[in-house]
């Protein structure tokens, strides 16, 4: 009671509440922690680990622990309280001198750095000579001299499993990262705990058989087969040392821990019922009866000890990963890093670019509002040039400015509207100017320059136009870049290990397997490997029909890649997931005049993503200059979209560069059609173009445009429509010439729809040339402009 009163006086000015929680907190008065009064528990139970009815090895390395590392010779005491089980007075003695001999010598070098295996290799000489010397006092019998050197032994070796094991077991609670080591010797001190309560029974069950089992069904559930079956064999090895059991009864363990970790991902009643049936299979597999090796009460009552188990305590089990995990985590960890400061750098290289094609934007602007002051200009040259001289320049200017400036005002448009005025048309102007040819040859050379720069000024307002649309162009697809590296792309391992396995039991022999599980829940698997097999093209269809099984999706080979080396050669094969629709292309094109180029251009390529691009241009006219045109078109077309630039900003910078290239007007067509091999979805843009028809379940759809074509207006109107296409369907884009030949119908895309529902053949090229045949027919040989029919049928992939 003095004590307690002690140490409230010690802590004035706090609650009696506070004041009792301090004291709580406080050491008692034999300066004993709980992790030491643990310890100490712990020491009495593994001393009392009777082994073979006469020896408790594990208490000379716990107290070879405790002093030599722990620094806590007192704790030691509590495991020779354990040896009072064994009653053997003389081994209690000799335990006592051992113990006194460790603390003696440890103290006297314990201030020296001295190596762990030091440490475990001084105990166990200490363990073997204190006993050689009470066998040399007692009775000399071999069997005790191959019993003392065993213990120095199991010192020597247990100084290292407790060396792992104690920092686990009090720090596991702030620990993240365990090695498969630590696991291990930490599994090895608790069962040798159990080992001490071996004689304990609780209505005819065995304390240590219970939390044995339940000890290896924690193990199995939260860490999986592997460490469920070595909990097993260490928890069957320890039981087996304390009592006269089988060898056996080691595997029946082993096995029942393994079988109870294969089921570990469908719960804890599953791990148990995994327990049972490993240990009823390997019974009557052994002795061929139904009386198991471990008893079905103890197995039952351990079950309801791990269903017991608190959740916030298998979480906590859970949490805790392995080496090889955690480097794994990490190595995510730093490319996921990576990833982001590459992101980040894109983002900024893009807001940059951004930036200069607003600047350029800006400048575009500031240059449309400099172009109000052009008139101004000429009339201060007007004057400067003919007015100034005059005598009669007071008079118009100073006095008559008003009646002076609207006159030159009407002037000018005059000369705006009729391209210039001459000598015939200066009959009204003597009423206004004494010198009437001199002035309107001035204002006919000054109209002429302000012409000719405004000219080049939209020629210029025109290119910063273009590069700031392409400023920002660049930024999209810099921005773009960054939110595909940002997505998420799943590496399978488990699929990648099951391919492995398949591909092997067929006998083609590969390095590694690569899958890929995209954002979209595409996949993409890439096999490395050296066979020759696969350098013979024999097996690509076979191993795409072993992935495909695995997966449950068509596979189809994607591309292929030879290294050859000195020795052998490397082999990369791509794989991706098939499409569900594909396109077959058809095309007619035929000139005005057979002695000239068609002015028309096409292309069908594919872009990324599996998408399918058809793009038909018409350029201005017919022969060498349109097909230059059309030509362009359609190869900047191509070269935007490849580069993935978005549809808008392609379509606007193709304009403006069509603009830029020649003063006189010139201009094409721009039908455009993108359609997705996966979704089948279309989509469709149209500049300038005529209607595009899709033959689909017995009717003929109708694509319309009302865009003028592109390289005329600065602005162009760009409108996509969108068609969800499905196998069978056939589109068929054409330019106006096709249409324009049939000069007896007024309906013109009426009477092409009647004749593409008569076309009946599937094959799209077939399509092309009847309906030409019916444009050419129509106009008895002679068309009035280039024609070109561009045909795509759709077909469905059956996986």
Same mark, same amino acid.
């Given at each position: 009671?003095?004590?307690?009163?002690?140490?409230?006086?010690?802590?004035?000015?706090?609650?009696?509440?506070?004041?009792?929680?301090?004291?709580?907190?406080?050491?008692?008065?034999?300066? &004993? $922690?709980?992790? +030491? /009064? !643990?310890? =100490?528990?712990?020491?009495?139970? *593994?001393?009392?680990?009777? %082994?073979?009815?006469?020896?408790?090895?594990?208490?000379?390395?716990?107290?070879?622990?405790?002093?030599?590392?722990?620094?806590?010779?007192?704790?030691?005491?509590?495991?020779?309280?354990?040896?009072?089980?064994?009653?053997?007075?003389?081994?209690?003695?000799?335990?006592?001198?051992?113990?006194?001999?460790?603390?003696?010598?440890?103290?006297?070098?314990?201030?020296?750095?001295?190596?762990?295996?030091?440490?475990?290799?001084?105990?166990?000489?200490?363990?073997?000579?204190?006993?050689?010397?009470?066998?040399?006092?007692?009775?000399?019998?071999?069997?005790?001299?191959?019993?003392?050197?065993?213990?120095?032994?199991?010192?020597?070796?247990?100084?290292?499993?407790?060396?792992?094991?104690?920092?686990?077991?009090?720090?596991?609670?702030?620990?993240?990262? &365990? $090695?498969?080591? +630590? /696991? !291990?010797? =930490?599994?090895?001190?608790?069962? *040798?705990?159990?080992?001490? %309560?071996?004689?304990?029974?609780?209505?005819?069950?065995?304390?240590?058989?219970?939390?044995?089992?339940?000890?290896?069904?924690?193990?199995?559930?939260?860490?999986?087969?592997?460490?469920?079956?070595?909990?097993?064999?260490?928890?069957?090895?320890?039981?087996?040392?304390?009592?006269?059991?089988?060898?056996?009864?080691?595997?029946?363990?082993?096995?029942?821990?393994?079988?109870?970790?294969?089921?570990?991902?469908?719960?804890?009643?599953?791990?148990?019922?995994?327990?049972?049936?490993?240990?009823?299979?390997?019974?009557?597999?052994?002795?061929?009866?139904?009386?198991?090796?471990?008893?079905?009460?103890?197995?039952?009552?351990?079950?309801?000890?791990?269903?017991?188990?608190?959740?916030?305590?298998?979480?906590?089990?859970?949490?805790?990963?392995?080496?090889?995990?955690?480097?794994?985590?990490?190595?995510?960890?730093?490319?996921?890093?990576?990833?982001?400061?590459? %992101?980040?750098?894109?983002?900024?290289?893009?807001?940059?670019?951004?930036?200069?094609?607003?600047?350029?934007?800006?400048?575009?602007?500031?240059?449309?509002?400099?172009?109000?002051?052009?008139?101004?200009?000429?009339?201060?040259?007007?004057?400067?040039?003919?007015?100034?001289?005059?005598?009669?320049?007071?008079?118009?200017?100073?006095?008559?400015?008003?009646?002076?400036?609207?006159?030159?005002?009407?002037?000018?448009?005059?000369?705006?509207?009729?391209?210039?005025?001459?000598?015939?048309?200066?009959?009204?102007?003597?009423?206004?100017?004494?010198?009437?040819?001199?002035?309107?040859?001035?204002?006919?050379?000054?109209?002429?320059?302000?012409?000719?720069?405004?000219?080049?000024?939209?020629?210029?307002?025109?290119?910063?136009?273009?590069?700031?649309?392409?400023?920002?162009?660049?930024?999209?697809?810099?921005?773009?870049?960054?939110?595909?590296?940002?997505?998420? %792309?799943?590496?399978?391992?488990?699929?990648?290990?099951?391919?492995?396995?398949?591909?092997?039991?067929?006998?083609?022999?590969?390095?590694?397997?690569?899958?890929?599980?995209?954002?979209?829940?595409?996949?993409?698997?890439?096999?490395?490997?050296?066979?020759?097999?696969?350098?013979?093209?024999?097996?690509?269809?076979?191993?795409?029909?072993?992935?495909?099984?695995?997966?449950?999706?068509?596979?189809?080979?994607?591309?292929?890649?030879?290294?050859?080396?000195?020795?052998?050669?490397?082999?990369?094969?791509?794989?991706?997931?098939?499409?569900?629709?594909?396109?077959?292309?058809?095309?007619?094109?035929?000139?005005?005049?057979?002695?000239?180029?068609?002015?028309?251009?096409?292309?069908?390529?594919?872009?990324?993503?599996?998408?399918?691009?058809?793009?038909?241009?018409?350029?201005?006219?017919?022969?060498?200059?349109?097909?230059?045109?059309?030509?362009?078109?359609?190869?900047?077309?191509?070269?935007?979209?490849?580069?993935?630039?978005?549809?808008?900003?392609?379509?606007?910078?193709?304009?403006?560069?069509?603009?830029?290239?020649?003063?006189?007007?010139?201009?094409?067509?721009?039908?455009?059609?993108?359609?997705?091999?996966?979704?089948?979805?279309?989509?469709?843009?149209?500049?300038?173009?005529?209607?595009?028809?899709?033959?689909?379940?017995?009717?003929?759809?109708?694509?319309?445009?009302?865009?003028?074509?592109?390289?005329?207006?600065?602005?162009?109107?760009?409108?996509?429509?969108?068609?969800?296409?499905?196998?069978?369907?056939?589109?068929?884009?054409?330019?106006?010439?096709?249409?324009?030949?049939?000069?007896?119908?007024?309906?013109?895309?009426?009477?092409?729809?009647?004749?593409?529902?008569?076309?009946?053949?599937?094959?799209?090229?077939?399509?092309?040339?009847?309906?030409?045949?019916?444009?050419?027919?129509?106009?008895?040989?002679?068309?009035?402009?280039?024609?070109?029919?561009?045909?795509?049928?759709?077909?469905?992939?059956?996986?």
């Amino acid at each position: 009671m003095s004590y307690k009163l002690d140490v409230v006086s010690t802590f004035k000015g706090e609650t009696p509440k506070s004041q009792e929680k301090r004291f709580s907190r406080k050491k008692l008065d034999l300066n &004993i $922690s709980f992790q +030491e /009064l !643990i310890l =100490g528990f712990m020491g009495f139970f *593994l001393g009392s680990s009777i %082994i073979m009815y006469e020896t408790s090895p594990f208490i000379f390395p716990f107290i070879a622990y405790m002093v030599g590392v722990k620094r806590r010779a007192w704790i030691g005491l509590f495991s020779l309280l354990g040896l009072v089980i064994l009653k053997d007075p003389l081994y209690i003695i000799r335990s006592g001198i051992t113990f006194l001999c460790i603390y003696g010598i440890f103290k006297k070098y314990g201030k020296r750095e001295i190596k762990t295996w030091q440490l475990a290799l001084l105990s166990s000489l200490i363990v073997f000579f204190v006993g050689a010397i009470f066998l040399w006092i007692k009775e000399k019998h071999l069997y005790d001299f191959i019993l003392i050197l065993f213990e120095s032994i199991i010192t020597f070796i247990a100084f290292f499993i407790f060396n792992f094991a104690f920092p686990l077991i009090f720090g596991w609670n702030r620990r993240k990262v &365990i $090695s498969n080591e +630590e /696991l !291990i010797c =930490g599994a090895i001190l608790i069962s *040798l705990i159990f080992l001490g %309560i071996s004689n304990v029974e609780v209505l005819g069950f065995s304390i240590k058989n219970i939390l044995g089992i339940t000890f290896v069904l924690i193990f199995a559930r939260y860490f999986g087969a592997a460490l469920g079956s070595t909990t097993g064999v260490i928890v069957g090895v320890v039981t087996s040392l304390s009592s006269q059991v089988s060898p056996t009864f080691i595997g029946v363990y082993a096995f029942s821990g393994l079988l109870a970790g294969v089921f570990k991902d469908f719960g804890k009643l599953w791990v148990g019922l995994g327990f049972i049936l490993g240990n009823a299979v390997l019974t009557f597999y052994i002795n061929g009866s139904t009386d198991v090796f471990i008893h079905i009460e103890e197995t039952l009552v351990a079950i309801i000890l791990l269903l017991l188990l608190p959740k916030s305590i298998g979480k906590r089990i859970s949490s805790l990963k392995g080496v090889g995990d955690y480097q794994i985590e990490r190595e995510r960890l730093y490319g996921e890093r990576i990833r982001n400061a590459t %992101i980040n750098r894109l983002k900024g290289y893009s807001q940059i670019f951004n930036q200069i094609g607003k600047s350029f934007e800006q400048v575009a602007l500031s240059n449309t509002l400099q172009s109000k002051n052009d008139f101004d200009e000429i009339f201060d040259r007007l004057t400067q040039g003919v007015c100034y001289k005059c005598s009669y320049f007071s008079r118009c200017w100073e006095r008559n400015f008003n009646n002076a400036y609207q006159n030159i005002f009407y002037i000018l448009n005059q000369i705006e509207r009729t391209n210039g005025i001459f000598d015939k048309e200066m009959a009204d102007l003597d009423k206004i100017c004494i010198h009437p040819s001199k002035l309107i040859q001035e204002l006919n050379c000054l109209y002429g320059n302000y012409k000719s720069n405004q000219y080049w000024k939209g020629q210029a307002l025109e290119s910063k136009k273009l590069i700031s649309q392409q400023m920002k162009g660049i930024s999209k697809v810099i921005m773009d870049l960054g939110l595909d590296m940002g997505k998420d %792309i799943l590496f399978n391992k488990e699929i990648e290990e099951e391919i492995l396995v398949a591909l092997d039991k067929n006998n083609i022999g590969v390095r590694d397997v690569v899958v890929i599980e995209e954002p979209s829940g595409r996949f993409e698997v890439t096999i490395y490997g050296q066979d020759k097999l696969l350098k013979n093209g024999k097996s690509y269809s076979e191993v795409g029909n072993i992935i495909s099984d695995i997966l449950g999706r068509k596979m189809i080979i994607k591309g292929d890649f030879i290294n050859n080396g000195e020795n052998n050669e490397n082999y990369k094969l791509n794989y991706k997931e098939a499409v569900n629709y594909n396109i077959n292309i058809g095309v007619v094109k035929v000139a005005k005049d057979p002695l000239e180029e068609s002015g028309d251009s096409y292309t069908s390529i594919l872009l990324k993503d599996d998408k399918h691009m058809l793009a038909l241009s018409d350029g201005m006219g017919s022969g060498l200059r349109a097909a230059k045109e059309s030509k362009t078109t359609i190869n900047l077309l191509e070269n935007f979209f490849e580069a993935g630039f978005n549809k808008e900003i392609a379509l606007k910078t193709i304009n403006s560069i069509l603009m830029l290239r020649s003063s006189d007007e010139m201009f094409s067509t721009i039908d455009l059609t993108i359609f997705d091999k996966y979704s089948g979805e279309a989509e469709f843009i149209k500049i300038g173009a005529v209607s595009t028809f899709i033959k689909t379940q017995g009717k003929v759809d109708v694509i319309e445009s009302s865009s003028l074509p592109i390289g005329i207006l600065e602005e162009i109107n760009i409108g996509v429509k969108k068609r969800k296409l499905q196998d069978g369907d056939i589109i068929v884009m054409l330019t106006d010439g096709a249409l324009d030949s049939n000069y007896l119908v007024v309906d013109k895309e009426k009477w092409f729809m009647d004749e593409l529902m008569k076309a009946s053949s599937r094959n799209p090229q077939r399509i092309a040339e009847i309906l030409f045949e019916k444009v050419r027919k129509v106009s008895k040989n002679n068309l009035r402009d280039d024609t070109t029919i561009l045909v795509g049928k759709i077909w469905g992939n059956i996986n």
